[in-house]
């Protein structure tokens, strides 16, 4: 095993306690949750569970904080804090990316482009701190004059899942901390320990006591934001399932702003006339990076029943080749986040074995690795497009490879979908790609290519994906209100 760095360790000896108001404070319901490094199932960390007083004590110091202080902030100097906490988050590299890596289990290789990728997303969005404009507008009439405004929303609770737990909670805190507003993270009880080292990055970073809160807890406590009657805003990211629970709380208590970032089941479409050589360098990472846990993971392949049997053996090769272990040892895939995880991808495995042909994997590893959460990259075929594995999203190592003949026949099969989230097409033929472009409904799509993103590229889904746009330009109306000023010169 790499060997992990004394901050790291101190860091995981810390008592369970919630970040509120610049300080560490003990829970009022002293319930814990235990966190488990998914490599070997055994526990490493213990966090607090927040109740409702928890909640209240929360939204209490950021309310006071932006009327007190975050509200008026000069926004030059909310960019100069923004950026000094992308500072520091590289100056952290080391703790941060062995915390992500042994709390959700990924290589650390890939937990290091994460903590990176985290930084370079807030200084994207420091950046916009004080470009933050209104406009005027002509209203045909001389004795008027109207402007508007682009206002904070206030206070916003940032609930995110445990895939790639600092980013998400980076791709929302950017946007709302450049926008003004103050913050209670919740990160998803799997993977909270990076939000907690973030904590203390944040104070170090000179933000003012009460801009940001940090609230452990599972479900409950996200329910608890969820049904707040001070809070204005949720941006959510996780399932479609508990995404539609918030905004059904939002509109049972006080209408707030909700955003949501949803599941997907994301076509992979690879025409015969596509660079194969691309398409075989890609498509094992399209199908299996972060062990499928990824909502953009590519789980639907069809291929062009010409090259079909070319593409199906190099993806078996490919993804027969991927090492599989604990992410500290850097492995290609390391475990599903959880047992829970693992029971679920297992659950669509035994439905996939009934109603499709299994070709590759279907099985939990075995041997060394039969104490942590491994589950092989397993591929299926079917072309029965209401097979259960075709239409839920499993967000796991599993995807269905299914042969097509011709363009309005795989447009029709890409979009029988409830997702809408993401989407690839593989050819050479750029009107062709284009025309899909067109046509596919899913918020991102990627020609020739697979998961690419920058901080100042809009990302979200269609259909049930999602509600909004996180990054980019687009993610300030998630965190900003705009008003309109009316005078009678
Ligand atoms: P999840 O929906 O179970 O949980 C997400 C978060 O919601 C966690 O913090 C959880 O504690 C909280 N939560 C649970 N019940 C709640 C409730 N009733 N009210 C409020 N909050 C509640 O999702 P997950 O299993 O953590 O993550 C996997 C899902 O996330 C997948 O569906 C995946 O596609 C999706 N996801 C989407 C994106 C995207 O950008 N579209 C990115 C990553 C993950």
């Known amino acids: 095993m790499k060997k992990l760095s004394k901050i790291t360790l101190d860091f995981l000896n810390r008592s369970p306690k919630l970040f509120i108001g610049n300080e560490w404070v003990d829970s009022f319901s002293s319930e814990t949750i235990p966190s488990v490094n998914p490599a070997n199932g055994e526990e490493i960390f213990r966090i607090a569970e927040a109740n409702d007083q928890d909640v209240d004590h929360a939204v209490d110091a950021a309310r006071k904080a932006f009327h007190k202080t975050v509200r008026d902030m000069n926004p030059s100097k909310r960019a100069l804090k923004i950026q000094r906490l992308a500072d520091l988050i590289e100056d952290h590299l080391e703790p941060l990316s062995q915390l992500e890596c042994l709390d959700n289990g990924k290589p650390i290789s890939r937990a290091v482009a994460d903590v990176k990728a985290a930084a370079a997303h807030l200084r994207y969005f420091a950046g916009w701190s004080d470009k933050i404009e209104g406009s005027s507008i002509p209203v045909h009439s001389p004795n008027i004059m109207v402007y508007t405004r682009r206002e904070p929303v206030g206070v916003a609770a940032l609930i995110v899942p445990w895939n790639f737990p600092l980013v998400m909670a980076i791709w929302k805190m950017a946007p709302a901390l450049a926008c003004g507003n103050c913050c209670i993270l919740k990160p998803a009880e799997q993977t909270s320990v990076t939000a907690l080292y973030l904590a203390n990055l944040i104070k170090e970073a000179g933000f003012p006591s009460g801009m940001v809160q940090v609230l452990t807890g599972g479900g409950k406590t996200g329910a608890l934001l969820s049904h707040h009657m001070d809070i204005d805003k949720i941006g959510f990211t996780g399932s479609t399932e508990v995404g539609k629970k918030v905004l059904e709380a939002s509109s049972k208590s006080n209408l707030k702003k909700v955003s949501l970032e949803l599941g997907g089941k994301s076509p992979n479409i690879i025409f015969d006339d596509a660079d194969m050589d691309r398409v075989h360098q890609s498509l094992v990472w399209a199908s299996f990076y972060n062990s499928g846990q990824e909502c953009t993971l590519g789980s639907r392949v069809y ?33 599903l986040v959880s047992k829970e995880q693992v029971d ?14 299994l070709i590759l994997g279907g099985q939990r590893k075995e041997g060394d690795l039969s104490g942590g959460y491994f589950v092989e990259p397993t591929i299926f075929s079917t072309s029965n497009h209401n097979a259960k594995i075709v239409r839920e999203e499993i967000f796991g190592p599993v995807v269905n490879v299914t042969s097509f003949e011709d363009e309005e026949e795989i447009i029709a099969y890409a979009n029988n979908s409830r997702y809408g989230l993401a989407s690839a097409i593989w050819t050479k033929d750029i009107s062709r790609a284009h025309r899909f472009a067109h046509r596919i409904e899913a918020g991102v799509v990627w020609i020739n290519s697979y ?39």
Do not use: C
């Not at 593409?311 to 390391?334: C, F, H, I, R, T």
């Open 451 to 489: 998961d690419l993103f920058h901080p100042a590229v809009p990302f979200g889904g269609f259909k049930e994906s999602g509600i909004g746009r996180e990054m980019g330009k687009s993610a300030l109306e998630l965190y900003t209100r705009e008003k309109a000023i009316w005078t009678q010169l």
């Open 344 to 357: 679920r991808v297992m659950g669509y495995i035994d439905s996939g074995k009934n109603e499709a042909e």
């Open 303 to 335: 291929v062009h029943k010409k090259n079909f049997a070319e593409v199906v053996d190099k993806l078996v090769q490919k993804a027969s080749e991927l090492s599989m272990d604990s992410g500290l040892l850097n492995p290609d895939l390391g475990p």
